[in-house]
């Protein structure tokens, strides 16, 4: 199965500032079928982005992903107070489907 | 509005069995994989079963191979989850999600039930 490693595993930003999260997978990640997911607690995952780059819908355009192959990116521009919460990447690729570990992007 | 409902979560013995359901309503039910992933206390998510649209193909994770069933009722519009033989590691918040595209593939998942816990243990 496909390894999903995300980095780093707690980022610390002030309202505002430019979060960098980092989805590495163990090999390659075919067709680019990434998605990403926000969830905050006490709630469900909610899909920001899939096919690495494409918003899913109502989704601000502060958020943005990049990425091919094995390395993939999720970019919040500017952070709004409701975006701390924690994020995860999943690829769909090659079954099983697998997360990664998370990302708690945090007030610094 | 497209809305997953679980239910059935509880408190059971280690060893013991649970029926998960999901309700679903707001899209054709028959025409979509259904997924269940669960998250653990303070841990992440992680993939347990998924089945096609019709019922006929199904998937389950290794941790839960042997002693979860999945199904579906497209004519109720209800996705289930029997949990047998169930241990400590088991416990956690079960979701039930839906597949963006179509029956017969499992892609990301678009839609997510709010959740339902189930804690094993004595």
């Known amino acids: 199965e496909i390894v999903l490693t995300q980095s780093p595993g707690t980022l610390s930003l002030s309202p505002g500032e430019r979060a960098t999260l980092s989805c590495r997978a163990s090999?390659?990640?075919?067709?680019?079928?990434l998605a990403w997911y926000q969830q905050k607690p006490g709630q469900p995952p909610r899909l920001l982005i899939y096919?690495?780059?494409r918003r899913a819908s109502d989704i601000p355009d502060r958020f943005s992903g990049s990425g091919s192959g094995t390395d993939f990116t999720l970019t919040i521009s500017r952070l709004e107070p409701e975006d701390f919460a924690v994020y995860y990447c999943q690829q769909y690729g090659t079954s099983p489907l697998t997360f990664g570990g998370g990302t708690k992007v945090e007030i610094k | 509005e497209v809305q997953l409902v679980e239910s059935g979560g509880g408190l059971v013995q280690p060893g013991g069995s649970l029926r998960l359901s999901c309700a679903a309503s707001?899209?054709?039910?028959?025409?979509?994989?259904m997924s269940w992933v669960r998250q653990a206390p303070g841990k992440g998510l992680e993939w347990v079963s998924g089945?096609?649209?019709?019922?006929?193909?199904?998937y389950y994770a290794d941790s839960v191979k042997g002693r979860f069933t999945v199904s579906r009722d497209n004519s109720k519009n209800t996705l289930y989850l029997q949990m047998s033989g169930l241990r400590a590691e088991d416990t956690a918040v079960y979701y039930c999600?839906?597949?963006?595209?179509?029956?017969?593939?499992?892609?990301?998942?678009?839609?997510w039930g709010k959740g339902t816990t189930v804690t094993a243990s004595s």
């Open positions: 096919g690495a780059s």
């Open positions: 707001g899209f054709t039910f028959s025409s979509y994989a």
């Open positions: 999600a839906k597949d963006p595209y179509g029956p017969n593939r499992y892609y990301y998942m678009d839609v």
């Open positions: 090999q390659s990640v075919s067709s680019s079928y």
């Open positions: 089945i096609t649209g019709s019922g006929y193909s199904t």
